[in-house]
C-alpha cells in the first residue's frame, strides 16, 4: 500500500500545508439558521465508504481524531460538513485587493465565493448552502479552504478544476482558457434519480450546485427581483388586461416564500405597483426580510392580512404583507371567504419538497424541522396530502378567475408526483404538459427569452457603492427605451435601481438585456475599467436565461417542437463559452427544479480593463445567450426567427444562424389525416 507520507509529500496544497494543527471547532453564531438534519440511510458498508471519502481531505495523522466527529456529522445531519474546517466568524464578499492571488480571476472568484456564503446572503451558511434549500458552493469546508487556496495560487496559465465541489486540481491552459471549469451533480444517465442521487450526497461524491450557488454568481434575493418584477408586470399585461405602459396598481398578488430567491417577491411586487401577500412559514425568514426594507407588514392570520391588502388596493398603493403561516390555509382563507385575488403563484422549494422544502399543513415550521430530523415514516404522505389539497384550492381560484402560474419551483411536477394526474394535459404524464402554465410557457419565454432577454448581472469587485452607481448610469445610457416596451421596463428598472435599495451583499446588480445589449454595456463597463473610472467588474448570469438552461418545466417550457427534453443547447452553451474565453464556466444537473429535470450552464467574466478581455465580450457575450434564441428560433418561435434574422443581418460575416422552413399546417393535417384513415381502414 503507497504510505500517506508519499502522498503527502507529492502535494504543495492540501490541509497539512494549510494548518500546523487540527483547528479548533468553531462556535456556531447563535441566530444563524442552520440546515435541518438531511436524512441518513446508508448502509453499513456505505457508511464506511463515505468516512473514507471525507478523510481523503485529511492528512493521516488528524484521521483518529476525526473518523468519530465525521461519523457522528454523518448519521446527525446526514453529510459531513467538516465544520472544524470553517472559519470562524463571518464571511463576508471583501473588496477584491484584499484577497491573495497571482492573477484578478483568481482573487474575484473568491469574492465571489464569500459572497454566497455571507451570513446575510446564504439560506444556511454553516452547511455551505447559499440558496434553495440544498444549492451549495460545495459540499464541505474541506473543499472550501483548498478551493481558496487554490484560487491564491492560481496563475493566468492555468485552470482549476472542479467536479461536484471538489477541486480535481490546477492544470496548465493558456490566458485565453477559462480560469475555473465547473460541473455539478452530472449523473450518468440510468442512475440520475432521486435514491442514487441521495446516495453520492450522502456519499460525498455529488453536489447540488443549485444554478449560481454551485456557480458562485449568487447576488443575494436581488438576482431574482427584476424577473419577478417583469413576470408579474408581463402576467398582469397579458392575463389581466392591463395596458403596456401601465403596471399592478390596485391588484393583488398572492404567493409563498420568501427565502432566498422567493424572498425577492415582496420587492418586485411594490416595484411593479401592486400588492402582495406572501405565506412563510419560518418566522426567522419574515425577520430578514423586514430587516432588509423588502417586507412592509406582518399579518398573522388570513382575516388581518387580506383585510390589509384591501385597503392598499383602494389606495392603489405598493405594498408587501407576509403572512406568518401555511400557504394552504391562507388560500382555504380566500376560498372559503370568496377573497378576490389577481395573480397566484407559489415559491416554496418544490425542487426538494421531501428534504424539507415544502411545509405540510397542520404542522408547524419547528415540527417539520423535527419530524425532517428523526425521518419520520408518515412525512412523505402528509407533503403529499398538502400538495394535493393546494392543487385543489387552485383549481377553484382559477375557476373564479385568478390566473395563476407556476413559477419554476416545479410545483406543477410535484403535485403530479403527490399523485394527480388529473394536473397533466393529457391526463397521465407531464409530456405534453400541465394543465396550468408555467410563467415561462406564456410570459418569460415569448416574451422575454425568445428575443435573447435574460437575467445579465454584474458586481463591482472593488466594493464600493459610487462605482455600482457609475456602472447603472453607464448602462442606463446603453439602453433604448423606446425601442420595445421590454428595453423601457429595463430602462426604468435600472434607473429606479439605485433607488430600490436592491443590494444585499456585495455591490451587485441585475438588469434584463438582450445579446447585443449585453455586448454594448459590457465593453463599456471594460473602457471604464481601462480608464480607471471604476474597479474590476465581474459579469455574470443567473442560469435562468435564454440560453444556458435546457428545462422542460422551466426555461425551454416554451419549446415545443419536441426537443424540450433535450440538453444538447445548455451543454453547447457551456462549452461554448469555454471556447470563447470566459473566466469561469459551469454546467448543472437539477438547477432550480430539481435532479433529473434540467441541465444548466453559467459563467463569469472577470473585466479587467484589457483588450484580451474587449476581445472574449464580443466573441463570448453574443453567443451566450444568440445560442439559445437559435434554439427557440428552430423550434418556430416566432420572436425568435425574427431576432435572428436581424441578427444574421447585423453580424454578416461573423455568426450565421440557421433559420427554419414553416409548414403550412393546413397541409400537413390533411395528409397525416388522410394517411391515418387509411391506415385505420387497413388493419
Ligand atoms: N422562478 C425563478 O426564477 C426561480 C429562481 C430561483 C429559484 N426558483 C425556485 O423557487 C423555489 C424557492 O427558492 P428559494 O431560494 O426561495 O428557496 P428557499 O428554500 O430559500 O425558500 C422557500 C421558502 O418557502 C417556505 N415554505 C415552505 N413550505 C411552505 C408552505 N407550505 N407555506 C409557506 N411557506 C413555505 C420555506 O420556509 C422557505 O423560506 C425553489 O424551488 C427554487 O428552485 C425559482
Known amino acids: 500500500m503507497i504510505a500517506n507520507a508519499d502522498i503527502a509529500k507529492a502535494m504543495q496544497i492540501h490541509l497539512g500545508t494549510l494548518f500546523d494543527e487540527l483547528p479548533p471547532m468553531p462556535e456556531f453564531v447563535k441566530g444563524i439558521r442552520r440546515a435541518p438534519a438531511r436524512q441518513f440511510n446508508l448502509s453499513q458498508k456505505d457508511t464506511a465508504l463515505s468516512l473514507k471519502n471525507a478523510l481523503r481531505y485529511i492528512p493521516a495523522e488528524w484521521h483518529r481524531a476525526l473518523a468519530p466527529e465525521f461519523l457522528e456529522e454523518l448519521m446527525r445531519r446526514g453529510r459531513v460538513y467538516g465544520y472544524r474546517f470553517r472559519p470562524p466568524g463571518p464571511i463576508k464578499g471583501r473588496p477584491v485587493d484584499e484577497y491573495e492571488g497571482r492573477c484578478i480571476e483568481g482573487k474575484a472568484f473568491q469574492v465571489m465565493i464569500d459572497n454566497n456564503l455571507d451570513f446575510e446572503v446564504a439560506l444556511y451558511p454553516y452547511e455551505l448552502v447559499t440558496y434553495g434549500e440544498t444549492g451549495q458552493v460545495c459540499q464541505n469546508w474541506m ?33 485565453e482558457a ?11 444517465g440510468c442512475f440520475d434519480d432521486q ?6 450526497m450522502a456519499l460525498g461524491v455529488a453536489n447540488y450546485g443549485q444554478m449560481t450557488a454551485g456557480g458562485w454568481m449568487y447576488i443575494g434575493p436581488q438576482g431574482i427581483v427584476h424577473g419577478t418584477c417583469s413576470t408579474l408586470l408581463n402576467a398582469g399585461r397579458a392575463k389581466l388586461g392591463i395596458p403596456a405602459d401601465q403596471d399592478l396598481a390596485g391588484r393583488l398578488f398572492v404567493t409563498s416564500g420568501l427565502g432566498g430567491m422567493s424572498g425577492a417577491q415582496g420587492k418586485a411586487v411594490v416595484i411593479a405597483g401592486g400588492v402582495g401577500i406572501i405565506a412563510e412559514v419560518d418566522y426567522s425568514r419574515i425577520q430578514t426580510r423586514l430587516d432588509q426594507g423588502w417586507i412592509d407588514q406582518v399579518a398573522d392570520n ?19 404583507i407576509a403572512f406568518y403561516g401555511n400557504v394552504v390555509d391562507l388560500l382555504e382563507y380566500a376560498v372559503h371567504h370568496d377573497a378576490p385575488i389577481d395573480l397566484l403563484s407559489d415559491q416554496t422549494s418544490c425542487h426538494a419538497v421531501y428534504e424539507g422544502g415544502y411545509c405540510p399543513q397542520g404542522i408547524n415550521f419547528e415540527r417539520r424541522t423535527e419530524l425532517l430530523r428523526s425521518g419520520h415514516a408518515g412525512f412523505k404522505e402528509m407533503v403529499d396530502a398538502t400538495l394535493r389539497r393546494h392543487y385543489e384550492l387552485i383549481k377553484i381560484l382559477s375557476d373564479r378567475g385568478t390566473y395563476f402560474f407556476d413559477y419554476g419551483n416545479s410545483f406543477l411536477k410535484a403535485v403530479y408526483d403527490a399523485g394527480i394526474r388529473d394536473i397533466c394535459k393529457n391526463g ?84 434584463y438585456q438582450d445579446a447585443l445589449g449585453r455586448m454594448k454595456i459590457a465593453l463599456k463597463f471594460n473602457d471604464m475599467v481601462r480608464t480607471e473610472e471604476i474597479g474590476p467588474v465581474m ?27 433535450m440538453a444538447d443547447m445548455a451543454t453547447h452553451c457551456f462549452a461554448g463559452n469555454a471556447a470563447r474565453g470566459m473566466s469561469l464556466v459551469a454546467l448543472h ?33 453574443p453567443w451566450d445567450a444568440m445560442g439559445g ?52 381502414e387497413n388493419g
Open 539 to 565: 459579469l455574470g448570469r443567473d442560469h435562468h436565461d435564454t440560453g444556458g438552461t435546457d428545462s422542460p418545466f422551466r426555461e425551454t417550457a416554451n419549446i415545443r417542437d419536441g426537443s424540450n427534453i
Open 143 to 175: 473543499q472550501y479552504r483548498l478551493i481558496r487556496r487554490y484560487l491564491e495560487v492560481l496563475t493566468r496559465e492555468q485552470t482549476l478544476v472542479m467536479a461536484s465541489g471538489h477541486p480535481v486540481g490546477l492544470f496548465a491552459s493558456s490566458p
Open 195 to 200: 435514491e442514487n442521487w441521495h446516495r453520492a
Open 629 to 680: 434564441v437559435a434554439r427557440r428560433a428552430w423550434a418556430r418561435n416566432e420572436a425568435s426567427i425574427e431576432t435572428c434574422i436581424h441578427y444574421n443581418d447585423l453580424r454578416a460575416g461573423s455568426d450565421h444562424v440557421t433559420l427554419p422552413y414553416l409548414a403550412d399546417e393546413g397541409l400537413l393535417e390533411g395528409l397525416v389525416a388522410e394517411a391515418f384513415k387509411r391506415m385505420k
Open 302 to 320: 388570513p382575516a388581518e392580512a387580506f383585510a390589509a391588502a384591501a385597503d392598499y388596493q383602494r389606495q392603489r398603493r405598493g405594498r408587501a
Open 178 to 188: 477559462p480560469r475555473v471549469i465547473i460541473t455539478n451533480a452530472l449523473m450518468v
Open 589 to 621: 444537473n437539477g438547477g432550480g427544479v430539481g435532479i433529473g429535470k434540467a441541465v444548466n450552464g453559467g459563467f463569469g467574466l472577470v473585466l479587467d480593463g484589457s483588450e484580451r478581455v474587449d476581445h472574449v465580450i464580443r466573441r463570448a457575450i
Open 428 to 511: 397521465e404524464n407531464p409530456l405534453d404538459g400541465f394543465i396550468f402554465q408555467s410563467y415561462v410557457e406564456d410570459i418569460m419565454g415569448p416574451i422575454l427569452f425568445d428575443y435573447g432577454y435574460g437575467p445579465f448581472r454584474w458586481v463591482c469587485l472593488s466594493g464600493r457603492d459610487e462605482d455600482l452607481a457609475r456602472t447603472d448610469r453607464a448602462a442606463m445610457q446603453c439602453i433604448d427605451p423606446g425601442r420595445r416596451f421590454q428595453d423601457r421596463d429595463n430602462y426604468n428598472w435600472i434607473r429606479d435601481a439605485f433607488k430600490n435599495r436592491l443590494v444585499v451583499g456585495t455591490q451587485a446588480r441585475i438588469l
